[in-house]
């Protein structure tokens, strides 16, 4: 999939619902590469709810968000996975680089995050 995404180079908007699934470390990493290179992309919405991701999952997603310069709109649901409070931090570093913003959602709901994640 993030294969497949990172050759839409043009692409300026991204809906994928991967909730349900067991996606995991290794498959977070492939899909932040293939995002990481859809410089374009102005609104993004990623359903990732109940995929075994853990803190490295957010950061690998993060990490392939926050090259993407030119969004406008970012809707990211993470609920029921495993991010907890360090992985909170990396998604959170990341949204900040996204600073053509004017849209946020973000569902991280039953991940384990206490307050130094808050």
Do not use: P, Q
């Not at 908007?13 to 293939?34: A, F, Q, T, V």
């Not at 649901?77 to 931090?89: F, H, P, T």
């Amino acid at each position: 999939m993030g294969e497949g995404i990172s050759k839409c180079a043009a692409l300026t908007s991204l809906n994928l619902n991967l909730s349900l699934n067991i996606i995991g470390e290794k498959g977070s990493k492939y899909l932040g590469e293939g995002m990481s290179k859809c410089i374009t992309l102005t609104s993004l919405t990623l359903d990732l709810v109940r995929n075994h991701f853990g803190e490295n999952s957010a950061r690998y997603l993060g990490s392939g968000i926050s090259k993407c310069v030119t969004l406008t709109s970012l809707n990211l649901n993470l609920s029921d996975n495993c991010i907890g409070e360090n992985g909170v931090k990396y998604l959170g570093e990341a949204i900040s680089k996204c600073v053509t913003l004017t849209s946020l959602n973000l569902n991280i709901s039953s991940n384990s995050i206490n307050d130094n994640g808050a």
